[in-house]
């Protein structure tokens, strides 16, 4: 069972996935009321209003088929079907008018709702 390791700072490269210190941050606070060994789970399934959404949970568990992103000791997994969808993207997390939530900056989304939580691709 191996494990791929992905390695990233605040920019990420055009077949990576980025994760940003404030989101590095919020992912270790949230983590200190989830069971020892959480990781974030961030992954793509069709339905929202634009066609695909994100998804964000807690697993402590860690697929033959997850990428594995370690940002400042967060560590964020993406399930092989869900990477291309998100390839080249970078994950902030958001503190404003909306309201605090995960993002996903995805160069490969054409269209997106406002609520920043679905995407289409052309």
């Known amino acids: ?3 791929n390791v992905v390695m990233s700072d605040s920019l ?3 077949d990576g996935f980025g994760v940003t210190e404030r989101a590095a941050r919020r992912i270790l606070s949230i983590l200190n009321d989830e069971p020892q060994g959480s ?3 961030v992954s793509v399934s069709g339905g929202g209003c634009s066609g695909f959404q994100y998804g964000f949970t807690f ?3 860690r697929n033959s088929d ?3 992103i370690e940002k400042d000791g967060a560590v964020v997994l993406i399930d092989s079907i869900s990477l291309p969808f998100v390839a080249g993207s970078t994950l ?3 503190d404003d008018l909306m309201g605090q939530s995960f993002r996903v900056a995805n160069p490969n989304a054409t269209a997106a709702c406002g609520c ?3 995407f289409s691709i052309g």
């Open 66 to 68: 997850d990428v594995s």
């Open 39 to 41: 990781m974030l789970r």
């Open 116 to 118: 920043g939580t679905s």
């Open 92 to 94: 902030d997390f958001v």
């Open 1 to 3: 069972m191996e494990n």
């Open 59 to 61: 697993d402590q568990k």
């Open 12 to 14: 990420t490269s055009s």
